[in-house]
């Protein structure tokens, strides 16, 4: 079978295509406002046939409808006296000590919030019953108010869902429903509650879309890039959008885990920069995951990539605030009109003119393969701040712009590996999106790493990523108990539910039930604590005690306190489909070009990255390129090409 990966991105949409043998690479601009514009319009530029086709997409239409407010309408269905959790929230500040800050608007309005019966006491009980007449209500206020989706979230509806199974089946045939009992079964009803919710605003919006892609991609078949780092089936994937979230993100992490693997490195700190966003992300073995990731400011409970984004990208634009401080993004240049230099249209100083105009990036460079950038025009957005910042030249312009984009994209690193007691040092910096090589050495000094790498196709690895992604589900229920209070067997009980629930869900998909493998786990706290510590599911006696080593690992000390089992959460999944990289070509030995550097007196050689000799050490200050990424490597710092096309950075010792 064929595989293809698409990675939608904001600026550009990426494709990475395997036949069997060899790989093929290309980028188009994206169509944000139809994104299966620019995937179709791709496809026929590499003159892919669809028969025999697999299609791994990471999509970005679930995010951007949230980030945009551009969700459907949709009423939320409670218990009786809370239909206003999700607006009440944790009454957590964002300003702690801002004493009028700026009020939300409520996630779901006041007339779309419904209460009805069908409570549960923390222990399944049935407090109030859920009649004949609540159903009708409820059906009568749903027709009335004609939503397109409907959450339903009832009260310790993880123990028993019935209740809200009964609801479902009530509405008519033709609304989106999300139960919080299938979507999220687990404790915290306004992380629940808001998880649905996301759930059933955006299920539409991508039910319709996946449905219109795969269509329009048959006879080949689309698969979906989960934020877990799994795949699953276009056809469900719909009916689970709030999944996609963090669905391209997840495919770099894939591709980066993959490309550490085949050379030996497992303990990785990545950055993805692309045009829009820097996500930023950890890799000690096998990629992370959190049941506490965010989108906008709502919590997001199923499990996703544990990574960090910020608004710092190659489009983020440069500006001057009020008291002649350098400022660079959030805002961006995005797709249309993009930077400067690109020469449609924009006008405003990004970073990508930055690294132009210092040289960082050759003026003979084709953004993806084939757009030549305009040096003159980026001079021109960044001439615009030489007042402003009272500077002397355009190049000093440019190098406070890297500078500050440097440091936004080093605290970012620092939030997911200092300040969780990890010392970046003992892992290597990995560099991928199709800006990340020009600032990868600069990062890696920052946070005093001596080792990075710039994988081979690293403008387009988060593409590469769908293809070495297996097809799975992350699943989860709470248990809550104290830990010496259960048994095995009530354990190993409700890891098997979730185990039935993952079997039918990919025999659904085709996959062989004996092809499945299964990673068990327990979330546990202290009694009285808010968080808990993920670990490898190994019996009670060893899980207690890992606990305590971890929680002491981790948080510098252990509590003489009872264990507490919150939850119990399942891997399932399958192999990969079969993919491996070819050795990269060799190329002309002689450089093609050479560009001038601010900062060095003489030309700075640059090499395509296939002319460099596989395992030899090239000294910098020399300039990498290939059709999708640029690497920058600065005096001090030395590079090695691998027989793949990877490149192995290392700093000189200094002294």
């Known amino acids: 079978m064929k595989l293809l990966g698409i990675d939608t991105g904001g600026t550009f949409t990426d494709f990475v295509y395997f036949d069997g043998g060899g790989v093929r690479i290309h980028k188009v601009p994206s169509t944000p406002d139809a994104p299966e514009r620019a995937i179709l319009e791709g496809i026929n530029e590499m003159g892919i046939a669809l028969a025999d086709l697999r299609v791994t997409h990471g999509s970005t239409v679930a995010t951007n409808a949230i980030l945009e407010g551009k969700v459907v309408r949709t009423a939320y269905i409670a218990n009786r006296g809370l239909g206003d959790v999700l607006s009440i929230g944790r009454q957590a500040r964002r300003e702690l000590y801002n004493l009028q800050p700026k009020r939300l608007p409520p996630p779901v309005p006041e007339e779309l919030c419904l209460e009805t019966g069908g409570r549960l006491s923390a222990r399944g009980e049935v407090i109030e019953p859920l009649t004949k007449e609540d159903l009708a209500a409820l059906v009568g206020q749903i027709k009335a108010l004609k939503p397109r989706a409907v959450a339903i979230n009832l009260l310790f509806s993880f123990l028993d869902a019935r209740f809200e199974r009964e609801i479902e089946a009530a509405l008519p045939p033709d609304i989106f429903v999300s139960r919080s009992s299938e979507v999220l079964p687990e404790h915290r009803e306004y992380e629940r509650g808001i998880t649905t919710w996301l759930n059933a605003c955006v299920g539409p919006l991508v039910d319709g879309y996946l449905a219109r892609l795969g269509e329009r991609l048959r006879p080949g078949r ?86 960090h984004s910020i608004g710092a990208g190659g489009g983020s634009i440069a500006t001057v605030d009020e008291g002649a401080a350098l400022q660079v993004g959030p805002e961006s240049a995005g797709a249309v009109p993009g ?28 953004l993806g393969g084939r757009m030549p950038l305009d040096r003159d025009r980026a001079c021109t957005a960044l001439s615009s701040l030489v007042g402003p910042l009272a500077l002397g030249s355009i190049e000093e312009v440019a190098a406070g712009i890297v500078r500050v984009a440097n440091e936004h994209m080093a605290q970012a690193l620092r939030v997911i590996s200092v300040e969780r007691g990890i010392d970046p040092r003992e892992f290597v910096l990995v560099a991928f999106g199709g800006a990340g090589g020009m600032h990868v050495c600069a990062l890696a000094e920052a946070l005093g790493m001596r080792r990075a790498l710039a994988p081979v196709q690293a403008g387009v690895l988060s593409a590469l990523g769908m293809l070495v992604a297996p097809p799975g589900r992350q699943l989860s229920r709470t248990v809550g108990c104290v830990l010496t209070d259960c048994t095995e067997g009530d354990v190993t009980g409700a890891l098997e539910e979730l185990a039935d629930r993952g079997r039918e869900a990919l025999a659904a998909e085709g996959i062989p039930v004996a092809d499945l493998k299964f990673t068990p786990s327990l979330d546990l706290c202290y009694r009285g604590q808010s968080f808990t510590l993920n670990l490898p599911w190994e019996g009670l006696a060893a899980a207690e005690a890992a606990f305590h080593r971890q929680h002491e690992s981790q948080y510098g000390h252990r509590l003489d306190l009872p264990v507490e089992l919150i939850n119990v959460r399942l891997g399932v999944f399958a192999d990969p489909p079969r993919f491996r990289l070819q050795d990269l070509d060799a190329a002309e030995r002689e450089p093609a070009t050479s560009s001038r550097v601010y900062g060095i007196a003489t030309p700075v050689p640059v090499w395509p990255r296939g002319a460099l000799a596989v395992d030899e050490d090239n000294d910098g200050p020399l300039i990498v390129t290939d059709s999708t990424a640029t690497i920058y490597v600065p005096p001090g710092w030395r590079c090695r090409r691998d027989p793949l096309g990877n490149l192995l950075l290392d700093r000189e010792a200094s002294g």
């Not at 400067?340 to 040289?359: E, H, I, K």
């Open 222 to 307: 689309l698969s979906v890039m989960r934020s877990s780092g799994n795949t699953c089936d276009a056809a469900r994937a719909g009916r689970e959008a709030v999944h996609l979230l963090l669905s391209g993100p997840a495919g770099g992490l894939s591709g980066a885990r993959y490309i550490g693997a085949s050379i030996g490195l497992s303990r990785l700190l990545t950055f993805d920069m692309g045009g829009t966003s820097t996500d930023v992300a950890l890799i000690d073995g096998d990629i992370g995951l959190t049941g506490q990731g965010r989108i906008g400011p709502w919590p997001v409970g199923v499990p996703m990539v544990d990574i």
């Open 339 to 366: 930077p400067a230099c690109y020469g449609q249209g924009g006008t405003r100083p990004t970073v990508t003119d930055a690294n132009l105009v210092l040289g960082h990036l050759p003026e003979s460079a084709l």
